[in-house]
């Protein structure tokens, strides 16, 4: 199973960019699907989008559709989450994940990453 | 995009009570569905995926079943860590998933 290590928490302001990102142990990185989760405070669970390394190419929420990014660099079994335009409202833990195929449950978890979008 | 609504927002059950949380998709998802369970501070936890298979480790009073469009969880005997908020996610589509909003189980 693989494990996954995010990088650490970020402190932005508004209509800057964040990149955050997520590195894959133990496991076979390029056919899993590595996915994004975006958690506001005591609020739900939102899929943002995700990406097979093998293939390249991220697919997105509607709702993320030209807010985010998803990229994978397969040297290194990093997968990147950049989100752009921040506003307060994105303000959130951004947890990645992991699926063993683009059609399977998640597996594993990074421990998430808290982005605070501040003026 | 595949809509998940999630029943009820909130229940509270006594401790060695079973719980019944629902969970309905607004088209059918087949069995491609999953249960988590998250408690304050932490990630989210696999608890049963294909609708109704336990994933390593959890205990047998979670249990789940429903294909299609309608799926339920059930608790049988509420235990003092089964407190926390389940979520329910379809992966039907090719990395086109969402999520429930959540349903928070509380000590009555």
């Known amino acids: 199973q693989v494990q996954l290590l995010q990088s650490g928490s970020e402190v932005k302001k508004p209509g800057s960019s964040v990149r955050v990102s997520c590195k894959a142990s133990?496991?076979?990185?390029?056919?899993?699907?590595i996915t994004w989760v975006r958690q506001a405070s005591g609020q739900g669970l939102e899929w943002m989008g995700g990406i097979i390394p093998n293939f390249g190419t991220a697919n997105y929420a509607q709702k993320f559709q030209g807010k985010v990014t998803i990229t994978a660099d397969k040297s290194t079994n990093i997968v990147y989450m950049e989100l752009s335009s921040l506003r307060s409202d994105d303000t959130a833990i951004y947890y990645c994940?992991?699926?063993?195929?683009?059609?399977?449950?998640?597996?594993?978890w990074g421990q998430g990453t808290l982005v605070t979008v501040s003026s | 995009e595949i809509v998940m609504t999630q029943s009820p927002a909130t229940l509270s059950v006594s401790p060695g009570e079973r719980a019944t949380l629902s969970c309905r998709a607004s088209q059918s998802v087949n069995s491609n569905l999953a249960w988590y369970q998250q408690k304050p501070g932490q990630a989210p936890r696999l608890l049963i995926y294909?609708?109704?298979t336990r994933a390593a480790g959890v205990p047998a009073r979670f249990s789940g079943s429903g294909s299609g469009t309608e799926f339920t969880l059930t608790i049988s005997s509420l235990q003092s860590e089964d407190f926390a908020v389940y979520y329910c996610?379809?992966?039907?589509?090719?990395?086109?998933?969402?999520f429930g909003q959540g349903t928070k189980v509380e000590i009555k």
């Open positions: 996610q379809q992966y039907n589509n090719w990395l086109a998933w969402t």
């Open positions: 294909g609708a109704s």
């Open positions: 133990g496991g076979s990185f390029n056919s899993y699907a």
């Open positions: 994940a992991s699926a063993e195929t683009s059609v399977s449950w998640i597996a594993s």
